[in-house]
């Protein structure tokens, strides 16, 4: 009796490993949110194509991967950049205000701070989707000159 145990055991071994690689894979494929929300992950999704999209063949905000870097990043952020980021994806979220913000992102850069708090936020992601789309393996990949193998470049 204990051989056929033993051969009844080794029979069924492939059927569970394929169940763990099958869970496993499917983990990876969605991977869990550190900071967002999914709604507000979708409206940084939206966000990110607005402000920096793929053109003549440059990978664009998307497709280096800023949407989530921007999730890992802010998890580790500081309680002050935290509220920032949640009163401004707030403010996305209020279709009255969306338009304003809108503008916003439009508007040349300058040194003087909006008077509306709220308004601070655009500024604020426009220059976190640069600096990390920048700053990514994907676009320093297609860069000319480069083949030195390293991805993070300072960001003048």
Known sequence: MKRRR????LAAAPAAAQEVVSTGAEAV????LSFFNASEMEALYDLCKLILPALGGRPGAIEAGVPQFLDFLLSKSSK?????YRAGMAAWANTSRR???LKQFEQAWTYDTPADSALIFPRRLK???LRATFNSREWLSGRRGGG???YWKPFD
């Not at 494929?29 to 869990?32: F, I, Y």
């Open 6 to 9: 033993a051969i009844q055991a």
């Open 29 to 32: 494929a969605s991977p869990a």
């Open 80 to 84: 002050a950049d935290q509220r920032l």
């Open 99 to 101: 338009t304003q913000l």
């Open 127 to 129: 220059d976190d989707v």
């Open 148 to 150: 030195t193998g390293y």
